[in-house]
Nanobody, 124 residues
């Protein structure tokens, strides 16, 4: 079973940086089949895709709104994926979720596995 635990959220000023982590504490044999994703949901808004990365090749994808500012990475030895966020904006205040799915994270039904979320608050 996949168990995703996010950390690294917090309060940061506009223009600042944060690094989120997502640790998979579940079974390991299928990890390399997984695509890992980051999503966020602001109050009163729908959850939106932010970034993704696959375990096997480290290929990343990003929402247009974060390209050039956010970077996803993974550390296979620590079973952890990261989202480095820079030049943060107040409108990016949201609950950030880690997700995983063997078939990708952007399908119509959404990823199979989700973490509990970590709050990111960007002050102006």
């Amino acid at each position: 079973q996949v168990r995703l635990v996010e950390s690294g959220g917090g309060l940061v000023q506009a223009g600042g940086s944060l690094r989120l982590s997502c640790a998979d504490s579940g079974r390991t044999f299928s990890r390399f089949l997984m695509v890992m994703g980051w999503f966020r949901q602001a109050p009163g808004k729908e959850r939106e895709f932010v970034a993704s990365i696959n375990w096997s090749g480290g290929v990343s994808a990003y929402a247009d709104s974060v390209k050039g500012r956010f970077t996803s990475s993974r550390d296979n030895t620590k079973n952890t994926v990261y989202l480095q966020m820079s030049s943060l904006k107040p409108e990016e205040t949201a609950l950030y979720y880690c997700a995983a799915d063997e078939n990708g994270v952007r399908g119509p039904q959404g990823p199979d596995y989700w973490g509990q979320g970590t709050q990111v608050t960007v002050s102006s």
